[in-house]
């Protein structure tokens, strides 16, 4: 059974920094080395957006555009995990996070979301 576990969400003030790691196990085809990677956000009273994207073998991302220059994702497949940077934040970025792992012809998996609060 595949788990995808997020952790590093909390409470930040605006222009804080916070980092989120999503831990991956229980793959049954192919390794986590194989999937892409990525973080989705949904904000309360709004749909679910891709926030940023990291692809085999970790050379080539992408990024949501008001996140760009502020949030970087990472991968270690090492250690089947991805993480999301995220400086400068803003009241605009509280939301769920939840983390996704998709392989090409395959539903994509999810993690269970780790709530991310930007407030003063």
């Known amino acids: 059974q595949v788990q995808l576990v997020e952790s590093g969400g909390g409470w930040v003030q605006p222009g804080g920094s916070l980092r989120l790691s999503c831990t991956a196990s229980?793959?049954?085809?192919?390794?986590?080395?194989?999937?892409?990677m990525s973080w989705d956000r949904q904000a309360p009273g709004k749909e679910r957006e891709s926030v940023a994207v990291i692809f085999i073998g970790g050379n080539f991302a992408k990024y949501e555009d008001s996140v760009k220059g502020r949030f970087t994702i990472s991968r270690d497949d090492a250690s089947n995990t991805a993480y999301l940077q995220m400086n400068n934040l803003r009241s605009e970025d509280t939301a769920v996070y939840y983390c996704?792992?998709?392989?090409?012809?395959?539903?994509?998996?999810w993690g269970q979301g780790t709530q991310v609060t930007v407030s003063s």
């Open positions: 996704k792992a998709s392989a090409f012809g395959r539903d994509p998996y």
């Open positions: 229980g793959f049954t085809f192919g390794v986590f080395s194989n999937y892409v």
